[in-house]
């Protein structure tokens, strides 16, 4: 399975972008789809998660809590990064990745998506 991130691009700093995850051949209502991001040089960080279990619970990273939102589109099969008040420092390359709700380990990953937030 390989999800899809699309939307990336050049923000300025307090603007918004949302970006979208495909997830083909899998059931969101029973998986959990995260959300990370890679600056350059720096390790891959958590952003958040959504888990698609009916009650669509969200759980952010304190980093982007408050100015992020995660959210499911069951009829699409796709999950929305809603990303607000963007700074410098969310600058990075987004993945999506899809594990099953009760496990640990994410299996299936997207390509990524190029952000950059810059005046």
């Known amino acids: 399975v390989q999800l899809q991130a699309s939307g990336g691009g050049l923000v300025q700093p307090g603007g918004s972008l949302r970006l979208s995850c495909k997830v083909p051949g899998l059931s969101l209502d029973s998986y959990a789809i995260g959300w990370f991001r890679q600056a350059p040089g720096s390790e891959r960080e958590y952003v958040g998660h959504i888990t698609g279990t009916g009650s669509d619970d969200t759980v952010y990273a304190d980093s982007v809590k408050g100015r992020f939102t995660i959210s499911i589109d069951y009829a699409k099969n796709m999950v929305g990064l809603q990303m607000n008040n963007l700074k410098p420092e969310d600058t990075a390359v987004y993945y999506c990745?899809?594990?099953?709700?009760?496990?640990?380990?994410?299996?299936?990953w997207g390509q990524g998506t190029q952000v950059t937030v810059s005046s």
């Open positions: 990745a899809a594990r099953r709700a009760f496990s640990a380990s994410y299996n299936f």
